[in-house]
């Protein structure tokens, strides 16, 4: 889940799967892995343009539609950002729901410095335009790859601070 907070809104992205959590997981954990797809529905705040009104009792399926406004998907209205810096920020790779996140995130556009607080371990992925100067975790230099054709750099690490430098100034 996805929890994105505005002046005005919280929106809350999460998905959607017919199947239940342990089925999910089993099926993750199980060799060889079982795949479990993508969700059927992604939610906004809750809500979705899609609705199982075939498991749903007779009384709700029949005035299931999407006239109904329990069934609209929210709108909100967008406007365009700034561009903080040539970088994307990813996040934890190979992991599976196991409440492992990006805590916090915080750009210095003159130190050139991008040090999200992560809780959680395992690779951690961000794209960048350029490959960065430096990884560091607690301050170490740490090793890591980037791929120039996909832009993305990953390192493996533990529950830690860790620092992605682009070893320029003024993102």
């Known amino acids: ?3 994105v907070e505005a002046a005005q809104h ?8 017919h199947r239940s959590t342990y089925e999910q997981a089993a099926g ?5 892995i079982v795949w ?5 529905s992604l939610l906004i705040n809750g809500r979705s343009r899609f609705m199982n009104c075939s498991s749903s009792p007779a009384t709700v399926a029949a005035s299931c539609n999407m006239a109904h ?3 609209a998907p ?8 700034p561009l903080r810096g040539p970088f994307a920020l990813v996040g934890l790779i190979d992991m599976f729901n196991a409440g492992d996140a990006i805590e916090e995130c915080a750009i210095d556009a003159t130190a050139a410095v991008v040090p999200p607080r992560v809780c959680g371990c ?3 992925g961000a794209y960048f335009s350029w490959r960065p100067a430096r990884c560091t975790l607690d301050g170490a230099d740490v090793g ?10 990953c390192s493996q690490w533990g529950p830690h601070w860790i620092n992605l430098s682009q070893g320029q100034t003024g993102l």
Do not use: K
């Open 10 to 17: 919280t929106v809350l992205l999460n998905d959607w799967w």
């Open 28 to 32: 993750l954990a199980s060799v060889p």
């Open 36 to 40: 479990v797809g993508e969700p059927q």
């Open 69 to 71: 406004p329990y069934c």
């Open 1 to 3: 889940m996805i929890a």
């Open 144 to 153: 890591f790859t980037y791929d120039s054709d996909t832009r993305r750099t």
């Open 122 to 124: 395992g690779r951690f």
């Open 74 to 81: 929210a709108v909100f209205a967008v406007r365009h950002l």
